[in-house]
């Protein structure tokens, strides 16, 4: 609600002085000249007393009346500055994968959050298999950081296809290989920093890995276990051992005869055919619920506690259906799922090949919206860890904006949105780079708030420092979400 004083009537007045008087003034003034200045203010106490006695029952009474007040509820007082600028802090590249015009295929922050890391590989046409490859990382606090000159580089044989740093130890990355490998760096070790890796054997992915994820494990709290997904179906949960072997702990295979019926995927048999799973994201509310991307076009609930066989042979772990829930498809497959980290009812975005951003609630299959972003690929999306209502998404193309008077147009391929402005377009689009080439990878940093990697297909990684409206969270923003979803589900 707002409200508006009456007209307020205004005039213009000048003044002139017609006469003008010099004066000089000595440091030596006399004593009296100086107590004539300091001469205490005469306070008429009695009379102080006597007034506030008088008001003092009004006073009481409008003070009761203000604290009862509801007026000023989920008002938050924001001491900082308000920038209403995304600047580009860095832009991020190596020489000699761009001579190889490899592209950046993921990025991610380590645990202190000034450290980012990049992957390189091919996402495109290419002889992957026999390409080498790189991990670089950038340390953004250090002095003379030099933007085409990583602090470290780890050659690699094959195409690395994604990327994780580990949640508590800065210097472990973890790395999914196109030939199925996985494999974890340890970047404190610059002789031979390879320190686990799963080898070739029958437990290990036969096709790419596009998503490595660290998972805590329960029983050992020093250790981590690490889980991969695949496009030969299988979703495989890896334990460190002692002589640098990842063993399989457990693992999971999607396959056709686990999606129901009537939304079974179109020109693949109902029976053991895989499903290859592009994407995966895990619950931030239930450790044992996830939603993984498949190649079909659809998104999965699945369960972690699921004990049906997957009715296909394995490797030494027999594998299990964790498929739960089939959610409405895209018209192309799903390239990305991020999990809301607020929402009690799990909300999730998904993205891929159609250009379309799809809001889901995990208690329902039909999408709460679905946006059409772009006439291209949509290769990321990501929730942010600070305001439940924004979100980042990485497009092959973005819109164009005609920009008076040239009239040239433009292509934006990072998108801000924010769902309490508006959930029919992005409140913020960024052009990311000069050529016309897709972004591949988002990441938010969840220790300095307001800094976003990109990486794209030209091999530059953009950290953007995102504005305060991006990053402070509004009054009843998490009751607007709710809001929002139980509108648009009912």
């Known amino acids: 609600k707002t409200c508006q004083t009456g007209k307020i009537s205004t005039a213009e007045a000048a003044a002139q002085s017609h006469t003008a008087r010099d004066a000089a003034v000595q440091t030596e003034q006399g004593k009296d000249a100086v107590q004539g200045f300091q001469q205490e203010v005469q306070v008429d106490y009695t009379g102080l007393l006597l007034f506030l006695q008088r008001v003092e029952d009004a006073v009481i009474k409008e003070l009761n009346k203000n604290w009862k007040s509801h007026a000023f509820d989920g008002f938050e007082v924001n001491w900082t500055d308000q920038d209403e600028t995304v600047l580009c802090l860095h832009t991020l590249s190596y020489p000699e994968a761009q001579d190889q015009n490899l592209q950046v295929t993921s990025v991610s922050w380590n645990a202190t959050g000034s450290v980012i890391a990049c992957s390189y590989g091919r996402l495109d046409d290419g002889d992957w298999s026999t390409e080498k490859?790189?991990?670089?990382?950038?340390?953004?606090?250090?002095?003379?950081?030099?933007?085409?000159?990583?602090?470290?580089?780890?050659?690699?044989?094959?195409?690395?296809?994604c990327l994780a740093f580990h949640p508590s130890q800065p210097s472990l990355i973890a790395g999914g290989l196109f030939s199925g490998e996985l494999v974890v760096w340890d970047t404190s070790r610059t002789e031979d920093p390879v320190i686990w890796r799963t080898g070739m054997t029958d437990d290990t992915h036969t096709d790419p890995v596009y998503q490595v994820n660290w998972l805590p494990d329960t029983k050992h709290r020093n250790h981590a276990r690490l889980l991969s997904v695949a496009t030969d179906g299988k979703i495989l949960v890896w334990r460190e051992e002692r002589d640098g072997r990842l063993a399989l702990a457990e693992g999971f295979a999607i396959v056709?005869?686990?999606?129901?019926?009537?939304?079974?995927?179109?020109?693949?048999?109902?029976?053991?055919?895989?499903?290859?799973?592009?994407?995966?994201?895990?619950?931030?509310?239930?450790?044992?619920?996830?939603?993984?991307?498949?190649?079909?076009?659809?998104?999965?609930?699945?369960?972690?506690?699921?004990?049906?066989p997957a009715l296909r042979p394995g490797g030494s772990v027999p594998?299990?259906?964790?498929?739960?829930l089939a959610f409405s498809p895209h018209a192309g497959p799903v390239y990305s799922v991020s999990c809301s980290p607020f929402h009690r009812q799990n909300l999730f975005l998904s993205c891929g090949t159609d250009g379309q951003v799809h809001l889901h609630s995990m208690l329902q299959t039909q999408p709460l919206f679905a946006l059409q972003l772009s006439k291209k690929y949509l290769f990321c999306i990501c929730w942010s860890p600070v305001r439940p209502l924004v979100f980042a998404a990485a497009s092959g193309e973005g819109k164009y904006l005609q920009v008076p008077p040239l009239e040239h147009k433009i292509k934006r391929e990072v998108h801000l949105f924010d769902l309490g402005r508006s959930t029919q377009k992005p409140t913020v689009s960024l052009k990311q780079s000069v050529s016309d080439c897709p972004v591949y990878c988002l990441e938010f940093n969840t220790k300095h708030t307001r800094l976003l990697a990109a990486g794209d297909a030209a091999g530059t990684v953009k950290v953007w420092?995102?504005?305060?409206?991006?990053?402070?969270?509004?009054?009843?923003?998490?009751?607007?979400?709710?809001q929002l979803a139980s509108e648009i589900m009912d």
């Open 319 to 324: 594998l299990r259906a964790p498929a739960e």
């Open 465 to 482: 420092q995102l504005s305060s409206d991006f990053t402070e969270q509004g009054p009843r923003e998490m009751s607007h979400l709710e």
């Open 256 to 308: 056709a005869q686990q999606i129901p019926r009537s939304t079974r995927l179109k020109k693949v048999a109902w029976g053991e055919a895989a499903v290859g799973v592009t994407s995966l994201s895990l619950s931030h509310f239930d450790a044992g619920v996830f939603v993984v991307g498949v190649e079909g076009g659809y998104c999965l609930r699945c369960s972690s506690r699921a004990q049906s």
């Open 133 to 161: 490859s790189y991990v670089c990382t950038w340390n953004l606090d250090r002095r003379g950081l030099n933007p085409q000159h990583p602090d470290l580089v780890v050659d690699v044989p094959s195409s690395v296809m």
